[in-house]
């Protein structure tokens, strides 16, 4: 739990919890972290500003419309100089101005004006946890990328047993410490991830292709470049929007990924997420394919290009291969053998079913390597990414093949 020189603006809205801030400042303090602390008005009802300063050893801050000893908006200043914010406790109403963009005080305008970090452990009562609008607005906020604590069961102040519970205060500091630290853990390495799918032109208007949307190739490239690796995404045609922080190179065939793929080489990882067409037509027909009396067309077709074995027998290989495979019947067996053949280090395998399709927010997964089998509950495609990701993190750990080591 060490964050010496992380600087972390807390702020503290009006739940029965919010006494508990005290607490997490004192935690704080020992491992290090500077500390700037906005109260939102409904705070100061539970707990003094007094109580915060006297602990803090400086001013808290909740107008929006002051200015400090240097005319700087109070918001752009502590928007710009955290590391990350957190929000202990989060209460369901200022949850809802976070997830809305609402922007009516001092800490939902630094929100707003921030690019940093962002990490809230709600506490509420349980049947305001359970609240359909509450569960939308967790949405909202797991989709904008920002972290969440979840409250824990317990007894709770209003005198009933269930979930709402604010997560325990040493544990919140675990996972700060855990979320500020991990930013550039792969800092010095490369990475290059293909998604969605390839288009092979059977004549100018028409083309085999596939049902891949891209989602968990965008997914796992924006969590490696949010770990500080160098990422390249190359993908094929999708509906989403481009990723932060990561390169996207467009491509349609089997053979531009490869080509793309080998022109960015070397690099220390690879993920083959892209689901390349096993089949390509022998010729491209100059013009459109016409109907006529014959009742059937034929269209030969050959193998294509084998992007993910090409990548790990080539004399470039990167350190880590991965290979992503979807099959509709005996997954496990034919995962493991495409793990042989195609001579990568790892494989993720999903079984395409009518509850686990291409396009899915969610996907259910296995996680092979030569050693193990690991099953993976349904997840969203984000979460999966980012467990994968932390598989990538200890594989360069034990390894010792980060740079910085």
């Known amino acids: 739990m060490i964050l010496i020189k992380k600087k972390i603006l807390l702020i503290v809205t009006g739940g029965i919890a919010c006494y508990k801030a005290l607490d997490l400042i004192r935690r704080l303090q020992d491992t290090r972290a500077s500390i700037e602390c906005i109260l939102t008005n409904n705070a100061k009802e539970f707990v003094s500003a007094l109580s915060f300063e006297s602990l803090l050893g400086k001013k808290t801050y909740s107008n929006l419309f002051s200015l400090d000893q240097e005319k700087k908006m109070n918001h752009i200043k502590l928007a710009k100089e955290a590391d990350g914010i957190v929000v202990v406790p989060c209460t369901a109403n200022f949850l809802a101005k976070m997830a809305n963009g609402i922007a009516d005080d001092l800490a939902t305008n630094v929100l707003l004006a921030s690019d940093k970090k962002k990490i809230i452990a709600p506490a509420m009562n349980s049947n305001m946890w359970k609240n359909n609008a509450v569960r939308k607005n967790m949405r909202n906020l797991e989709n904008m990328g920002i972290k969440i604590l979840n409250p824990q069961s317990g007894l709770l102040a209003c005198g009933t047993l269930g979930t709402g519970k604010l997560m325990d205060v040493e544990q919140i500091v675990e996972e700060i410490s855990k979320i500020l630290n991990e930013k550039n853990v792969l800092s010095g390495l490369k990475a290059i991830v293909t998604a969605g799918?390839?288009?092979?032109?059977?004549?100018?208007?028409?083309?085999?292709?596939?049902?891949?949307?891209?989602?968990?190739?965008?997914s796992i490239a924006e969590k490696l470049s949010d770990l500080g690796a160098e990422t390249i995404l190359v993908s094929g045609p999708t509906s989403l929007s481009d990723p932060k922080n990561v390169k996207l190179i467009k491509v349609e065939s089997g053979?531009?990924?490869?080509?793309?793929?080998?022109?960015?080489?070397?690099?220390?990882?690879?993920?083959?997420?892209?689901?390349?067409?096993?089949?390509?037509?022998?010729?491209?027909?100059?013009?459109?394919?016409?109907?006529?009396d014959e009742k059937n067309l034929n269209i030969r077709l050959s193998r294509n290009i084998d992007v993910l074995r090409n990548i790990s027998v080539h004399q470039k290989r990167p350190k880590l291969v991965i290979g992503f495979s979807a099959e509709t019947s005996n997954l496990i067996k034919n995962s493991t053998i495409k793990l042989k053949e195609k001579k990568c280090d790892w494989i993720v395998a999903n079984k395409i079913s009518p509850t686990n399709y291409f396009g899915s927010e969610k996907n259910k997964v296995y996680f092979i390597n030569k050693n193990k089998t690991e099953e993976w509950p349904t997840m969203k495609k984000t979460l999966i990414a980012k467990k994968l990701s932390k598989k990538i993190v200890s594989f360069f750990k034990n390894n010792r093949l980060l740079k910085y080591e």
């Open 197 to 218: 799918p390839s288009i092979e032109k059977i004549d100018p208007i028409r083309y085999i292709s596939n049902f891949s949307s891209g989602i968990q190739g965008f």
């Open 255 to 292: 053979v531009e990924f490869l080509d793309c793929t080998l022109s960015h080489l070397p690099s220390d990882i690879f993920i083959s997420v892209a689901a390349i067409s096993d089949w390509k037509t022998n010729r491209i027909a100059k013009h459109k394919l016409k109907k006529n």
